[in-house]
């Protein structure tokens, strides 16, 4: 069984910072990219960042340059440190995971944590 367990969000004020954690464990062969999507009220659930197991680094158009993603040596936990944060960053913010549970299924499957709250007030 895997776990995606998020930690980190909260309240804070326009252009505060905010740091997310976001730890895989239990059954895992291999994990590929990993990543932080969010979805705000009413809203679909839109990619923020991702890392690729290599360490290769995405972002979507409106964090660029404010959010921050990376990886442990390990590449079992993804972070996100987010600055600059504008009330349309608000949101839950979910953790996904590519990874292969066990060495006899050679296909990828996305896990995502259960999220965590993000709200920037002005």
């Known amino acids: 069984q895997v776990q995606l367990v998020e930690s980190g969000g909260g309240l804070v004020q326009v252009g505060g910072s905010l740091s997310l954690s976001c730890a895989a464990s239990?059954?895992?062969?291999?994990?590929?990219?990993m990543g932080w999507y969010r979805q705000a009220p009413g809203k679909q659930r839109e990619l923020v960042a991702d890392?690729?197991?290599?360490?290769?680094?995405g972002y979507a158009d409106p964090v660029k340059g404010r959010f921050t993603i990376s990886r442990d040596n390990a590449k079992t936990t993804v972070y996100l440190q987010m600055n600059s944060l504008k009330p349309e960053d608000t949101g839950v913010y979910y953790c996904?995971?590519?990874?292969?549970?066990?060495?006899?299924?050679?296909?990828?499957?996305?896990?995502w944590g259960q999220g965590t709250q993000v709200t920037v007030s002005s």
């Open positions: 239990g059954n895992i062969f291999r994990i590929g990219s």
């Open positions: 890392i690729s197991s290599g360490g290769t680094t």
């Open positions: 996904s995971a590519n990874l292969r549970a066990d060495i006899g299924n050679p296909y990828y499957t996305l896990y």
